[in-house]
């Protein structure tokens, strides 16, 4: 190997997965098989529910002043990097 010459990746160079997607979605695009979407993320819907109802009742019982100073230090925060 020279130096300063990169090796080449030592991959596959057509993955079977890779292969198997793309005719999958060939056959999506042409109307020969259907498009499924799963219903069931992996997520407990229970957990999920609360998580969406936490941003609101926090929302909710803070006064705008203190959202206000909220927005503030996270806009600092971004803008410090």
Same mark, same amino acid.
């Given at each position: 190997? +020279?130096?300063? %010459?990169?090796?080449?990746?030592?991959?596959? /160079?057509?993955? @079977?997965? =890779?292969?198997?997607?793309? %005719?999958? %979605? =060939?056959?999506?695009?042409?109307?020969?098989e259907d498009e499924?979407? @799963? #219903?069931?993320?992996?997520?407990? /819907? #229970? #957990?999920?529910?609360?998580? +969406? +109802?936490?941003? *609101?009742? $926090?929302?909710? *019982?803070?006064?705008p002043e203190q $959202? @206000?100073?909220?927005?503030? *230090?996270?806009? #600092?925060? +971004?803008?410090?990097?």
């Amino acid at each position: 190997m +020279r130096a300063g %010459v990169p090796e080449k990746p030592k991959q596959k /160079k057509h993955p @079977s997965e =890779m292969i198997g997607n793309a %005719v999958k %979605v =060939m056959k999506i695009a042409t109307g020969e098989e259907d498009e499924d979407f @799963s #219903a069931d993320d992996g997520k407990d /819907k #229970a #957990a999920q529910s609360l998580g +969406r +109802r936490g941003g *609101k009742a $926090r929302a909710k *019982k803070l006064t705008p002043e203190q $959202r @206000s100073e909220i927005a503030k *230090k996270a806009a #600092a925060k +971004r803008w410090s990097k």
